[in-house]
């Protein structure tokens, strides 16, 4: 039995909850501690049960289809090369990770974070080569989206193949609360909504979107600002307009 | 019908088949959605999770330790990380503390009553799942409420401590006599995984 000071942690730590600053210290007694070591063990096993708990549900049949394709698009990024840019993102996020180690960590969690780090780069990884498929695929448009005698304040690339659109905002201070800004198609002069996105606190954000499969055909997009979860239809004039060009 | 053993499954994952990863996700993929639901609150967003998760096993299953638990267990802790770090990220916290206010009463183990078994889980895993039910429900009400507010909601100690308007020291001393009795009562199927 642990019939000591530590003891009543050892249950929240096997639920992962403790506070980051009494993990660091419980993890470094745990390092010496055998009989807290295997408490939390067992607590663990016992946490691992408590899932058995949830109401049964079942997921939409798609989901299987969509792991597997998303497993086949990560893969390739593990083998030849990536692109320097990438690397480079990753380095840094590792050297974070360490920098973020302090003298009572043990090595086994320096070492577990270091893999969380390299899990969540490669899950970024995988977001943007998504992204960059759709942006480089020969026959995709784009369009700079400006206010009126203002510079540029987002760039938007619409891939008719895939039929999604990114919008890459660069110059746009976030919605004030309870708004939202809402991308809209304009074809055959009605708008069509694309999607509702915000910006950072430093006005910039990358948002991919669908487009609906019955929208055939537009060159002008548009950005307004609208309530929380967007409208149906704009509810005030696009303060961001952009004609698309190029592809085709 | 002799199943391919889960290890080797993993292994066959690590080396690369996308088949093996599809065979995992059919024996598992359910009872993850399940957790994931339970935590996050929306059909859509414990999809992603699950999605998410699978990733995560597919990226890391060559790091994957059988001294260290079963394939179940590795997939479930997975799964839960990812939830609750999604739930933090969206700042869904105020979503999990209505949820469990409103099983307040009932807890969680009350709408598994009525619910059927999903068709992918054994005999073996009904019984177990069972036995998990009858043993939350024989926990006194404020032990189950603070260990599902910390397993589903991921909320620290203190953090349960404010949403109860408890005393802290009475949030440790309830999480930790629940855990204890629950691995008394679990113990037939604690001893069975570890064999």
Request: charged letters at 25%; a neutral charge; proline letters at 7%.
């Amino acid at each position: 039995m642990t019939d000591h000071q530590w003891s009543e942690l050892t249950a929240p730590y096997a639920l992962g909850v403790l506070d980051p600053q009494e993990r660091t210290g419980f993890e470094a007694h745990l390092a010496e501690c055998a009989a807290c070591r295997s408490e939390v063990q067992s607590f663990r096993d016992v946490a691992v049960l408590l899932a058995d708990s949830a109401p049964p549900a079942a997921p939409a049949p798609a989901l299987r289809e969509r792991i597997l394709r998303e497993a086949r698009q990560v893969r390739p990024i593990a083998s030849p090369r990536p692109p320097l840019v990438l690397w480079i993102a990753a380095a840094a996020s590792v050297a974070l990770a360490l920098l973020a180690g302090n003298a009572y960590r043990t090595e086994r969690a320096a070492r577990r974070e270091l893999e969380q780090a390299v899990a969540r780069t490669r899950d970024s990884l995988a977001a943007e080569q998504q992204l960059v498929q759709i942006l480089l695929a020969p026959d995709v448009n784009t369009a700079v989206l400006t206010a009126k005698g203002r510079p540029p304040a987002a760039r938007l690339f619409w891939n008719p193949s895939r039929r999604r659109v990114v919008i890459a905002v660069f110059d746009l201070p976030p919605a004030p609360a309870g708004r939202i800004y809402q991308l809209w198609a304009i074809a055959a002069g009605k708008p069509v909504s694309l999607g509702v996105f915000n910006t950072r606190p430093d006005g910039r954000v990358t948002a991919a979107m669908d487009v609906p499969p019955d929208l055939a055909a537009f060159q002008v997009t548009a950005v307004t600002e609208e309530p929380a979860g967007g409208s149906p239809q704009p509810t005030q004039q696009p303060f961001l307009i952009g004609k698309l060009s190029g592809g085709e | 019908m002799e199943e391919t053993p889960e290890r080797v499954l993993v292994a066959a994952i690590a080396a690369g088949d996308e088949r093996a990863l599809g065979e995992l996700y059919d024996r598992h993929g359910r009872a993850a959605y399940a957790l994931a639901l339970a935590i996050v609150g929306e059909r859509a967003d414990a999809e992603e999770t699950v999605a998410d998760a699978f990733g995560q096993a597919w990226r890391t299953a060559g790091q994957f330790d059988p001294a260290r638990g079963s394939v179940a267990a590795w997939l479930v802790t997975i799964t839960r990380t990812r939830a609750l770090d999604l739930v933090r990220a969206r700042g869904r916290r105020a979503r999990v503390l209505m949820r469990a206010a409103w099983e307040n009463t009932e807890g969680l183990a009350a709408p598994l009553g009525q619910a059927s078994e999903a068709p992918d889980r054994g005999v073996e895993r009904a019984e177990a799942r069972r036995l998990v039910e009858r043993s939350l429900a024989e926990l006194p009400e404020p032990q189950r409420r603070v260990i599902e507010l910390a397993y589903f909601g991921g909320l620290t100690q203190s953090e349960i401590a404010a949403e109860l308007r408890e005393p802290l020291g009475t949030v440790k001393t309830r999480t930790r006599a629940g855990m204890e009795r629950l691995r008394r009562l679990l113990a037939p199927l604690l001893s069975r995984g570890a064999s």
